[in-house]
């Protein structure tokens, strides 16, 4: 028999359970360390299989070890899940129509004020309904055709943590809570690494990522999948809801019940209210940490939002506008090699033109030889493509279900090229342990040349205005230059040859180019163009070394003093100065007349948080990112992008992810912004002359 004591101990350990979850799930915020927490679900759990009386539909323990399901049952949802209209213009008008017919509908004339709206996210993943009775979680379901969805209780349960299995404080009797299941996007990538050491299928995208777990039909597996949930309206509702007048006041009960709210959302007035909050929202759309496809307008008011009702199943007083899709389908019509500065070989996907992150694409990378085949990409493939942002376009992943009948054979790049590079025709290698096959032909390959001209002109570089694609192309192409050093020996007859080029815009290149001759050392690294020395690399080479002689006289191990130098970028550095035509080319630079001045260096000094590794990692209250890396970089701390046993401080936000997980699981001392702040202090540190921007494309 159960004593009174151990019923008492049981509903305590649920309580503490409970609390502990909720702070570690949805405030991101826990309280006592893992281990303590695993004691006190083991000791629940061994209570209540001693004594079967003590078990509870709501018990945390009712998290794990469910059996697999053979199919889902049918749900008639008690109130519809309607669909919402969209706006499909993306521009600022979608918002003002809106509010233009809900004013209409409401009989509101122009001397009327403004209406109140909630303005939110609208979330890309899968909508869910959580019904409650007396405060427990007792079904969760899809919503189907609206009318009838599908029971996933079992996974909802298993899977995502965030959803409570009893609401905090209060037991209403009947409350039905709707809102979004999503995956956050390091979450995804991570788990799609996982799924490929493993040789296992991976994900094609988030969205479809968070639908295909909660359709598992072994909860096993949906709990492997990180899902995650925003809550974001009511079902059905309780009696006596008349005191909550407001949707806003909805979204604070939510969160009062223990549900993860997104923050991201406000309250406005008036169609003005709505077209900021649109491109607010568009500024931050690729920094937030899950996709996002729009955002969601709603009239605040629910005496308002009862009003307008329904048209066709849809709200009157609600609308989703839209931003560009990032991901578009379309079909590959062949799979170009391009060739980089320093040989590197990618494989590009010439695309039907489609419209796809606000501009046209027609070529998107593959990346690498072994992407291209764990995608199967072929020719006549129709392929997800994806530009979110300013990165370059990329193929995701081949729809299968749409191949042709007659598709291209799975790639091999070497087979295709004939092991040939396609411009210069040297034999191509790919070393073991690279991703990458090169070119072999150095500035012998007038593509490697071209790109290498590019980059020695380029912005971060020498910064020569006028020295452009068209230009470096026909220089080449007419044997005008070979090396950087060659640029310096142009004049006005040579350039006078070329196509498009008058006497103005000449005179213009040729006072750029020797203007170009006094620089700084570390924009002189960079314009080189060594393997694997970035901007960052190089100013850090620049200030290690203070002169153009001490790092090439440096060796390999002198070379790894310098702090993120490690042995790979170090060889690169000593196989770059090693090659007799590199220090030529250095030589006849010098004598053109190119200079910078030149320092002792720091090589012995020491920064603060030189040494100390840190990751970031979900998002800060009043810090941004890029903020706080610099910060600590400019004390000298190196900021990775993923944990390892060689972090060695965590800094997490809000809606951290696995970083965090992994943080924890490796002990790794987790600060919050204020920690941080602690840390590196609050003012902003004096990065005059050595602030680092983020490393550009680096091969
Ligand atoms: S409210 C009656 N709010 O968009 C209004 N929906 O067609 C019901 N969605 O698949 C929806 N974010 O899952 C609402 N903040 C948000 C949302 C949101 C995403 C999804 C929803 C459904 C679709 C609405």
Known sequence: MVSQEQVRRAARLRDEIRFHEYRYYVLDSPAIPDAEYD??????????????ELHRPDSPTQRVGGKPLEMFQPVLHAVPMLSIRTETDISDQGAVAFDTRVRKELGLGESDLPVEYVCELKFDGLAINLRYEEGVLVQAATRGDGETGEDVTQNVKHAIRQIPLLLEGGRPSVVEVRGEIYMR?????????????????????PRNGAAGSIRQLDPALAARRPLKFFAYGLGE?????????????????????????????????????????????????????????????????????????FVSREPRWAVAHKFPAEEQLTVVRDIDIQVGRTGKLTPVAKLEPVFVGGTTVSNATLHNEDETRRKDVRIGDTVIVRRAGDVIPEVVAVVLDRRPAEVGEPFDLSKRLEGKCPVCGSAIVREEGEADWRCTGGLFCPAQRKQALLHFAGRRALDIEGLGDKLVEQLVDMQLVHTPADIYTLGM??????????????????????QSKYTTLARFIYALGIRNVGETTA?????????LDKLIAADEER????????????????????????????????????QW????????????????????????PTMSREEAKEKLEALGAKVAGSVSKKTDYVVAGAEAGSKLDKARELNVPVLDETGLINMVGRARPDTAGKARPTEGEQE
Request: no cysteine; proline share 5%.
């Open 559 to 594: 070379l790894q003093q310098v702090p993120d130098v490690g042995p790979i970028v170090a060889q690169s550095i000593t196989a770059f100065f090693g090659e007799p035509h590199n220090r030529e080319v250095i030589a006849q630079l010098r004598a053109a007349g190119m």
């Open 597 to 620: 001045p030149e320092q002792e260096g720091e090589m012995v000094r020491e920064l603060p948080l030189s040494g100390k590794t840190f990751v970031l990692t979900g998002t800060l």
């Open 185 to 205: 996007r390091d979450d995804f990538e991570d788990y799609n690494e996982k799924q490929r050491e493993l040789g296992l299928p991976t994900l094609v995208n």
């Open 237 to 309: 509702k309780v009696q006596g809801w008349d005191w909550r007048a407001t949707h806003k006041e909805v979204l604070d009960q939510l969160d009062a019940w223990g549900f993860p709210v997104n923050r991201e959302h406000r309250v406005v007035q008036g169609a003005q209210g709505l077209v900021e909050f649109h491109r607010d929202i568009a500024i931050k759309r690729d920094s937030l940490p899950f996709d996002i496809d729009g955002v969601v307008y709603k009239v605040n008011s629910l005496a308002l939002q009862e009003r307008l009702g």
């Open 539 to 547: 100013k850090d080479l620049a200030r290690h070394f203070g002169s």
């Open 39 to 52: 004691k006190l679900f083991q000791e629940l759990q061994a209570l209540e299989e001693q004594y079967p």
């Open 493 to 514: 007859i040579a350039l006078a040859d070329l196509e498009r080029m008058g006497e103005k815009s000449a005179l213009n290149l040729i006072a750029a180019i020797d």
